[in-house]
């Protein structure tokens, strides 16, 4: 499965970004898609994920009640919704498949990455 992720940019501290995901290649996904990102001099961390079948999502604990985790099956397409911004969200993100788990190991098929910068 390829994977392209988009809808990345600026935000001020406090605002609202939505990320996207689109999965293509006529492979189908099994079990879900995740969404990490990685901030400069840091690992690629988790940040959520979501079940392709039931719709079942997991969060890490600095996002959860912030950013919200969806798909569209039909669209073959995984959205992050990310509110309430702070500086430390600031990072290049990433969605992957073909996992529901935290861990980076899990996924084989990575997008490319899109910005999120988060202004003052």
């Known amino acids: 499965v390829q994977l392209q992720a988009s809808g990345g940019g600026l935000a001020q501290t406090g605002g609202s970004l939505r990320l996207s995901c689109l999965a293509s290649?006529?492979?189908?996904?099994?079990?879900?898609v995740g969404w990490f990102r990685q901030a400069p001099e840091k690992e690629r961390e988790f940040v959520a994920a979501?079940?392709?079948?039931?719709?079942?999502?997991r969060y890490a604990d600095v996002v959860k009640g912030r950013f919200t985790i969806s798909r569209d099956k039909v669209k073959n397409m995984v959205y992050l919704q990310m509110s309430n911004l702070g500086m430390e969200d600031a990072a290049v993100y990433y969605c992957?498949?073909?996992?529901?788990?935290?861990?980076?190991?899990?996924?084989?098929?990575w997008g490319q990455g899109t910005q999120v910068t988060v202004s003052s």
């Open positions: 992957a498949a073909d996992s529901q788990l935290p861990a980076v190991i899990m996924y084989e098929s």
């Open positions: 290649g006529g492979v189908s996904i099994k079990n879900g």
């Open positions: 979501i079940s392709w079948s039931d719709g079942a999502t």
